[in-house]
């Protein structure tokens, strides 16, 4: 017997030795070989996807600054110092000229401020003549002979070098105190005439700066190409190389790409790389991205020979398990077979062969222990049949105990049912009383129908509301003495399909000959079954609220029949007062100038300046009540038309700038030229800026005036910020500043004039394009006034 023992032990442990070398060698080389090639595709589209996003968000970056210089140049362009600069050297008025020229190094000054890529800023005439430079920042005039713009026509060649609108004049070669250069240009056109050209060069170094910065993985990296296989950047090869001649495979992918595209290529040394590549709108160029793939796999490389390590470690650990747990697979079950022989032969028959396998061994100990049951199972019949009758017996005992317990219990739960209903009866009389006195003392009517709609219960209250007697409205239709042209055909819907209504308003036909004004509620009953019983709720006299109503609508159309009046007769009146006024400021102007012959005497010069000053400020008076009085009619219409809001805000300042300084007041404006355009009521927005400087300039003395210009609201608001260091608002007239004929300060009329007008026609005219107008203030430390309108269409 052991022999055959022994040769099975060695029969199982060698094919189980086996298997496992088998299974665990094909299982990883699969798992290693899918994981490999799965981590390997993730990391090229990982590696792609990170290369486009790259190229696309530099190639719009760069796009986005050409863009940007283009604006700059059309802004400054569009200065209406530099064209004052040009006409006033055209009719040699040099003091204005040089004035002008200062207004327009101060703009570019700021616009280097603003963006110190730009090296250099330079303002050329037709003849090639530099007039202006800023240089890092540095203001250079330079000295140039006087010019006649239009005593002789330039040349077709010249003409259209000047007219070719924005011009990007290509990369400027690095010098020893100069790094590289992107140069662009565009006119500068006067009275429809071209008469020079902006230039702006942009730090060629800053703009590849952050490209520098950039890397993929180790040594991977950005560069820029032309599209004629030139460099313009790249780490290692000089700009201007020739990427064909230096990079014949690089240019070979390149050529074959479709742009944006993906691609790769090898190298003479036999190593791959990922390239992608996006191109520029706005020049000739594209941003590339290049990786190699050495680098791209050495982390999955690393981790598949460690896997292969470690998987190898765990074959000889499985083997080493295999053999250890097969030599306790067959010796301990014979083993413990052996022991359950020899206690059964002992007289033990409750012992068990515990085997927990479903091999032969187990199929074994089972049948071995199904044997031993069936011995003990035949002894212990008779001792389980005594048991179970003397368990009988106790179960008839417990029985009876258990029934006397159940019919105590059942007699004191009656005994506590009857006093339960007596409660309920009690408590049910109580609420029926205090119903009752509700109803009774309610200023409303309650009422109840039953399914068929006729009156099945009505408080006493009825009697006062409906003039019937409660007994006699049961059996009544509920509808009765309801006007049938009132909204009941939809009520009568919703009672078909039992929906509850709420405060239902008609009117009821008294039997006094009255109308009279009903508001009901009501929701639907059912019964425990489910069933409709009928509607139930309660009504109200709305007749004096019905009454009081109509007397305020009949007010109101009386007092805008009233209001509508005003506004005419102040609009007739002010236009048969402007004639009049018109005369008297037209001849007091002609008298001062001397038109009719100069007038020596000082006192009748003083007499004509009042004169004048009086009639102008009265006609003032006069449009502001013209506007306020088409606004209340609803006669002003708004004229919208496209402009440029930095030259708009400039031509307001420029109007202000006289009364500005007579009260010895600085006028400044912050606004990037990159607000650009907006479309609106030019005419109305300029006279609420006008409005807003105005008391600005009034109420400041020898301080600061302020505008600032900003986009809100993703761009789709411009705020027009008014700012001084004036006498400010005190905080109990905030409330009514926009009121009409309301003075913040009363007392300095007098000194400061004004009508109280203009801060309320302002509000209305916003409030007409759209827009708002806000103030923050605080006595004796200034005013903000933001007008916020909407951008429009541009």
């Not at 700009?239 to 595209?261: F, V």
């Not at 307001?652 to 650009?676: F, Q, W, Y």
């Not at 509000?763 to 708002?772: D, P, R, T």
Request: glycine share 8%; with cysteine.
């Amino acid at each position: 017997m052991m022999p055959f023992i022994e040769k099975l032990r060695h029969t199982v442990l060698s094919k189980m030795m086996l298997r496992s070398i088998i299974v665990l060698s094909v299982s990883f080389l699969l798992v290693e070989y899918l994981a490999y090639r799965q981590g390997a595709e993730q990391i090229v589209a990982l590696t792609e996807e990170r290369q486009r996003e790259l190229t696309a968000l530099y190639a719009e970056r760069f796009d986005q600054i050409i863009e940007a210089v283009e604006i700059d140049m059309r802004s400054i362009a569009s200065l209406p110092s530099l064209r004052d600069y040009h006409l006033n050297r055209q009719y040699d008025l040099q003091a204005e000229a040089r004035q002008q020229l200062g207004n327009v190094a101060g703009f570019l000054a700021r616009l280097y401020e603003r963006n110190k890529a730009y090296s250099e800023i330079s303002i050329y005439d037709g003849r090639g003549q530099v007039h202006l430079t800023v240089n890092e920042g540095e203001t250079i005039r330079h000295s140039v002979k006087s010019v006649d713009y239009f005593a002789k026509p330039l040349g077709k060649a010249e003409r259209g070098l000047m007219t070719a609108g924005f011009a990007d004049e290509g990369i400027k070669g690095a010098t020893e105190e100069k790094a590289p250069q992107l140069v662009y240009s565009y006119p500068l056109t006067v009275q429809g005439e071209p008469i020079g050209r902006v230039s702006i060069s942009y730090d060629f170094n800053k703009l590849m700066e952050r490209l520098r910065k950039e890397t993929l993985f180790e040594t991977g990296h950005l560069a820029v190409y032309t599209k004629n296989a030139r460099v313009v950047f790249t780490p290692d090869l000089p700009m201007g190389e020739q990427l064909e001649s230096a990079r014949p495979e690089l240019w070979k992918t390149l050529a074959s790409m479709p742009l944006p595209g993906t691609g790769r290529f090898e190298s003479a040394l036999g190593r791959g790389f990922l390239i992608s590549a996006t191109p520029m709108r706005a020049k000739p160029w594209f941003i590339a991205a290049i990786a190699p793939e050495r680098e791209m796999f050495a982390d999955l490389n690393r981790s598949r020979n460690l896997i292969v390590g470690l998987v190898a470690l765990a074959i000889l650990l499985e083997l080493f398990a295999v053999f250890i747990f097969t030599r306790h697979l067959i010796s301990q079950p014979v083993g413990k077979l052996l022991d359950g022989t020899r206690a059964v032969h002992a007289g033990d028959l409750g012992h068990r062969v515990e085997i927990d396998s479903n091999d032969e061994f187990g199929e074994l100990a089972e049948s071995f222990n199904h044997m031993t049951q069936s011995l003990k199972d035949g002894i212990g019949e008779l001792e389980t049949e005594i048991a179970r009758r003397a368990k009988a017996e106790q179960e008839l005992r417990e029985a009876h105990d258990g029934l006397e317990v159940r019919i105590a219990e059942r007699t004191d739960d009656l005994q506590k049912e009857v006093i339960q209903r007596s409660a309920a009866q009690k408590a049910l009389r109580e609420s029926e009383e205090r119903f009752r006195d509700f109803t009774e003392i309610s200023s409303d009517w309650v009422w109840e129908l039953g399914p068929d709609f006729k009156v099945r219960y009505v408080s006493d209250r009825s009697r006062e509301i409906l003039g019937i007697p409660a007994d006699e409205v049961f059996g009544r239709d509920g509808h009765e003495g309801a006007d049938p042209q009132e909204g009941w055909e939809k009520i009568r819907q919703g009672l078909k399909e039992r929906r509850e209504f709420k405060d239902f308003e008609y009117r009821y036909n008294h039997p006094d000959g009255k109308v009279r004004y009903l508001r009901v509620s009501g929701k639907p009953i059912f019964d425990e079954s489910g069933a409709f019983a009928g509607y139930r709720g309660s009504g109200t006299d709305e007749s004096d609220r019905v009454k009081a109503q109509d007397g305020i609508k009949e007010a109101k159309i009386e007092a805008e029949h009233a209001n509508e009046a005003k506004s005419e007769f102040l609009a007739k009146m002010s236009h048969e007062l402007r004639t009049p006024l018109n005369a008297v400021i037209g001849y007091s102007d002609a008298m001062r100038e001397g038109i009719f012959g100069k007038i020596e005497n000082k006192k009748y010069q003083e007499y004509l300046t009042h004169i004048h000053s009086s009639g102008s400020h009265l006609l003032g008076l006069i449009d502001e009540i013209l506007d306020l009085s088409k606004i209340e009619a609803g006669r002003v219409e708004l004229n919208p038309e496209t402009f440029n809001i930095s030259v708009f805000v400039a031509d307001a300042l420029s109007t202000m700038m006289p009364m500005a300084k007579r009260r010895g007041n600085r006028l400044s404006m912050d606004s990037s030229v990159e607000i650009g355009w907006m479309t609106a009521d030019r005419f109305r927005l300029n006279q609420i800026l006008f409005n807003l400087l105005s008391n600005a300039c009034k109420f400041t003395e020898e301080g600061e005036i302020r505008i600032v210009v900003e986009a809100e609201e993703d761009d789709a608001l411009v705020a027009f910020k008014v700012i001084d260091t004036g006498i400010g608002i005190p905080d109990e007239k905030m409330g009514d500043l926009f009121e009409e004929f309301t003075q913040v300060h009363p007392e300095m009329v007098r000194s400061y004039g004004g009508t109280g007008l203009g801060l309320s026609i302002s509000k209305n005219l916003c409030e007409m394009m759209g827009g708002s107008i806000a103030v923050e203030s605080k006595s004796g430390e200034g005013s903000t006034f933001t007008v916020r309108i909407p951008r429009g269409e541009n």
